[in-house]
């Protein structure tokens, strides 16, 4: 292929979706199948993240990819847990992620968190496809391994394809009722007006070609000129998870969308109280699985270079929030990558006002979402904050004037038990919950069987 990968970062693809509609299996699969296509090393494994090759996009995507085509070095894939937000994956003035794949189940049709990430997608401009996933439970199904969906598709039932199609139809409609034009990729001329479905199985691998060739198809098209980096240049990132690694202490796993980090590379990562600058002591990367057993689970890595997800060690890092800006220092004043930190932090503070509710998310970006969505329905916040509820929110919910607003909104957070018993003894109450409308909903829903 005519790759030029000094220039052109590979496109950043989310998969996101409901609960156990089959973002991870997805990921298997294609992971699986490039094994099976002789491509076992060219898939990499990073942290939160899936590296997928050009030339092994297009071995498994066969006619429906031709690598001379295409510039691009291939697709990054994110995975996101379905109790994570996928507002997480937040950068500078929007998403993190180039493009997206909202997974749904088709005989479950649009779930809570389906219309939460169709929400985010609008919001954020990201272009997406919908992978109708799990064809193969359709009843009468004829499973046709790894084969592109129209060729799977020709070859079923006339039951089996209209009971299909009427779960793709339902899809198709709920689309439409969100505000967006669907249909099935094939008959979809315009990527940028309209969504294309594809009906993929994760099980069988049906449809994945056709997933591979359409999210290919999308970054060369549309998002080549956002392609264009320094990838030598000093490091960007959003921290999608601070955690506490064995032998390092808190650690930053890290979506880097432009430029290069370097082990001995200053950072500037946003923190809870301020901008935390520190000295990246390790890169990490996790190890291709038949090493794992034998040594450490981590592979030890000098430079990394976008588009990437890698863990970084450094010290100082317990203050850091999901969700924040990581930058490079390298060749630039201190002072200027710090105040670029700050500016971007500054985004996503929340308007807050003497009297309302108090809000706490895990990461930046659900505070971001939670924010708007309290805006939309007119609801108050006196403080909002990225962390676990602790006494002190308690303290902060229980001077609220109105009853109503002795409240304290949790997104995906834990209740630190000296909290919970201050709740109780503050009569402050307290919902929590993992997706944004239902934390709305009941609040409000509290809210008006008071007025009764
Ligand atoms: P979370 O990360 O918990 O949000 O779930 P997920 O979206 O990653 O779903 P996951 O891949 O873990 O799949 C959930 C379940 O659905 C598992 O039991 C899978 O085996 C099953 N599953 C996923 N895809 C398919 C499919 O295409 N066909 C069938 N029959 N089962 C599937
Ligand atoms: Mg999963």
């Known amino acids: 292929a005519a790759t030029d990968p000094g220039s052109l970062r590979t496109p950043i693809v989310a998969v996101l979706g409901h609960v156990d509609h089959g973002k991870t299996s997805l990921l298997d699969k294609v992971r699986g199948s490039a094994v099976s296509e002789g491509e076992a090393g060219a898939i990499t494994q990073h942290i939160g993240a899936t590296a997928v090759p050009l030339d092994t996009v297009s071995s498994m995507a066969g006619d429906l990819v031709m690598a001379d085509d295409f510039d691009l070095p291939g697709l990054l894939f994110i995975d996101t847990p379905g109790h994570h937000s996928f507002s997480t994956l937040r950068a500078r003035g929007g998403a993190l992620a180039d493009i997206a794949v909202l997974v749904v189940d088709v005989n479950d049709g649009f779930q809570p968190q389906t219309e939460e990430a169709l929400d985010i997608l609008q919001r954020t401009g990201t272009p997406f496809v919908v992978a109708a996933n799990k064809i193969d439970t359709t009843p009468g199904w004829n499973p046709q391994a790894d084969a592109p ?66 999210l290919m198809g999308l970054s060369q098209r549309y998002m080549k000129t956002e392609m264009e980096v320094d990838l030598q240049g000093p490091g960007k990132g959003t921290v999608l998870e601070v955690k506490d690694e064995k032998g390092f202490g808190a650690t930053l796993d890290v979506v880097l969308y432009d430029g290069t980090i370097e082990e001995g590379d200053r950072i500037v990562v946003g923190g809870v109280e301020s901008p935390i600058v520190t000295e990246v002591r390790a890169l990490l990367r996790p190890k291709a699985l038949s090493e794992i057993r034998t040594e450490a689970e981590f592979e030890r890595l000098d430079s990394v270079q976008a588009a990437s997800g890698v863990k970084v060690a450094a010290p100082d890092l317990d203050d850091a929030m999901a969700g924040a800006p990581v930058r490079v220092v390298r060749g630039r004043h201190l002072e200027d990558v710090i105040a670029a930190v700050e500016e971007e932090l500054s985004e996503i503070e929340v308007d807050t006002a003497d009297e309302g509710v108090v809000v706490k998310a895990d990461t930046l970006g659900s505070l971001e979402a939670m924010a708007n969505a309290l805006r939309e329905a007119e609801i108050p916040i006196l403080r909002a904050e990225v962390g676990d509820v602790a006494p002190r929110d308690v303290a902060v919910a229980s001077t609220a004037n109105e009853a109503e607003h002795r409240v304290i909104l949790g997104f995906n957070v834990d209740v630190l038990p000296d909290a919970e018993r201050e709740i109780d003894q503050q009569d402050v109450k307290l919902f929590n919950h993992d997706v944004i409308y239902q934390l709305v909903e009941d609040y409000e829903q509290y809210v008006e069987e008071r007025q009764r």
Do not use: C, H, K
Request: no cysteine.
């Open 149 to 214: 969906v129209q060729q799977t598709y020709e070859s079923q039932t006339d039951r089996a394809r209209e009971r299909l199609d009427e779960n793709l139809y339902e899809i198709i409609g709920e689309l439409s009722d969100a505000g967006f034009s669907a249909d099935l990729y094939w008959r979809v001329q315009n990527f940028q007006g309209n969504i294309g479905v594809v009906p993929v199985s994760a099980m069988t691998g049906e449809g994945i070609p056709d997933l591979l060739a359409v």
